[in-house]
């Protein structure tokens, strides 16, 4: 699981690079991955809406539907 994680958000990385952003995986614990958020998204105000209707929601598709992504 974790491979397809980590191959999950190298393709969402594309995404926010491209909005001048960034992501860096911090840890997976069980269920629960720790992202941070660099560059544009590091300070933008809508970071939280990201993490949960974007990356969150991504990774409970295509990977597993119990994945918690949290803010390191």
């Given amino acids: 699981m974790e491979e397809k994680i980590k191959s ?3 393709d969402l990385r594309k995404m926010l690079q491209d909005d001048g952003g960034d ?3 911090v840890s997976i614990t069980g269920n629960t991955i720790k992202l941070k958020l660099k560059g544009a998204c590091g300070c933008c105000p809508h970071a939280t809406a990201t993490l949960k ?3 969150e929601r991504v990774l409970r598709e295509q990977v597993n539907p119990d994945l918690i992504v949290e803010r390191a």
């Fill in 23 to 25: 992501l860096e995986l």
């Fill in 8 to 10: 999950t958000l190298e």
């Fill in 53 to 55: 209707n974007g990356i």
